[in-house]
């Protein structure tokens, strides 16, 4: 009965591969996030969407590309990986309802060597 | 433009003492402000959520007070237990930015027995 999950939990990879991380939602709610959270754990936004439309672009690297198949699904996908792209990322969905109060998957730990 | 400032980076408090972490934003229409508490491994989770008309909300151990003419507010925690031991993060958000949400730099909370 997992709220939001994301899969996989753990990824290591090496620099100039592509890797994709997938989070769904079962909570019904209306929009999703990506935000990045680095080694001193800092959270920053860093993609958002709402039934499917792209609503948030913050100021990332084009590597970078949301993908929305439905209101439940967000994946990430990375192109070219460097070895700054290392952070945990979470996905994380809301609904007006809750006044946008958030759910957050696990999160992803990236390691690029 | 750090949008909201948190303090202290770390805290360190006494079983049955009152933890106290503070935030400052800058932006007036931000109209929700959430915490999250994140233990290690762990995605963040929402704990408690104010809206600017309220001064205060309380949720059994932990309160917010809100000073909406300072652009402030806080999280106190009572009674503070070992288990609460986690990073806390303050959020400001507004509802016509469709919920995204910019979060403080987080403040690492150790609760000794």
């Known amino acids: 009965d997992t709220a939001v999950s994301q899969t996989p939990k753990y990824l290591v990879t090496q620099m100039g591969n592509d890797k994709s991380i997938k989070c769904e939602q079962n909570?019904?709610?209306?929009?999703m996030y990506w935000y990045k959270q680095d080694s001193k754990k800092f959270l920053k936004i860093m993609f958002s969407?709402?039934?499917?439309?792209?609503?948030i672009n913050e100021t990332v690297p084009n590597r970078f590309s949301p993908k929305s198949p439905d209101k439940a699904h967000l994946n990430l996908h990375i192109n070219s990986l460097e070895l700054g792209d290392s952070a945990v990322y979470f996905c994380?969905?809301?609904?007006?309802?809750?006044?946008?109060?958030?759910?957050f998957g696990s999160g992803t730990r990236l390691t690029v060597v | 433009q750090q949008q909201v400032k948190q303090s202290p980076q770390s805290l360190i408090v006494q079983k049955g003492g009152i933890s106290i972490i503070n935030c400052a934003y800058e932006?007036?229409?931000?109209?929700?402000f959430p915490w999250y508490q994140q233990f290690p491994g762990k995605g963040p989770a929402l704990l408690i959520a104010?809206?600017?008309?309220?001064s205060e909300k309380k949720e059994g151990r932990f309160t917010i007070s809100f000073n909406k003419s300072a652009k402030q507010f806080s999280l106190h925690i009572m009674d503070s237990q070992p288990g609460d031991s986690a990073t806390y993060f303050c959020?400001?958000?507004?509802?016509?930015?469709?919920?995204?949400?910019?979060f403080g730099d987080g403040t690492t909370l150790t609760v000794k027995p």
């Open positions: 994380a969905s809301s609904t007006p309802g809750h006044h946008y109060g958030y759910t």
């Open positions: 909570l019904g709610h209306d929009t």
């Open positions: 969407y709402n039934n499917k439309e792209l609503i």
């Open positions: 932006n007036t229409a931000f109209d929700y």
């Open positions: 104010i809206r600017p008309d309220v």
């Open positions: 959020a400001a958000s507004m509802r016509t930015n469709a919920g995204k949400s910019t």
